[in-house]
């Protein structure tokens, strides 16, 4: 059985996209389908940020395929688990769930680690190294998410 995870941000241009890549690298694609989508409708149709690209190339994961696309709420009946990056993006997607099953399968990304932070910051307004830092928060989560997937299969 594919199990079919969708990763949520705002714009679906910085944070989501890369979560999809670094999970996808993660697990074999043929028992695991990762998306992303935003809460928002800026950038729809685009290509992840230049700095996600940059970032995710550097370790190796092309995202330059993907394409921005806003959160659904038949996302809901489509995806069995779907991981928000922020408490924002967590109760834009709540608001739309429609029964109990749809929120269950709604969780903060970070709540898969002991990192001590519950949100991955967005690094959209940031300079500097805000993009890797965003990196390996998504890449430790994500890990664990792969880990767990295997061991239930
Ligand atoms: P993301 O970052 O949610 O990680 O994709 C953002 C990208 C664009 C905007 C906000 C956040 N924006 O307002 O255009």
Redesign the pocket.
């Known amino acids: 059985m594919t199990t079919r995870v969708l990763m949520v ?8 996209p890369l979560a999809e890549g670094i999970l996808q690298s993660k697990v074999d694609p043929k028992k695991v389908v990762v998306d992303s989508a ?1 809460t ?1 409708s ?2 729809l149709g685009n290509k992840p ?1 230049e700095r996600s690209i940059a970032v995710s190339r550097k370790y190796g994961i092309d995202i330059t395929r993907q394409r921005c696309r806003q959160f659904s709420p038949k996302d809901f009946d489509d995806f069995d688990l779907i991981y928000t ?1 922020d408490h924002s993006n967590y109760s834009n997607v709540i608001a739309l769930a429609r029964n109990e099953d749809h929120i269950r399968k709604v969780k903060m990304l970070l709540d898969e680690v002991e990192s001590g932070i519950r949100e991955v910051p ?3 307004y940031g300079s500097g190294d805000g993009f890797e830092k965003v990196f390996h928060l998504i890449d430790k989560a994500c890990s664990e998410i792969a880990r767990k997937l295997e061991n239930q299969s």
């Open positions: 941000c705002l714009g679906n241009i910085c944070r989501s935003g928002g800026y950038h940020d990056m967005d690094p959209y």
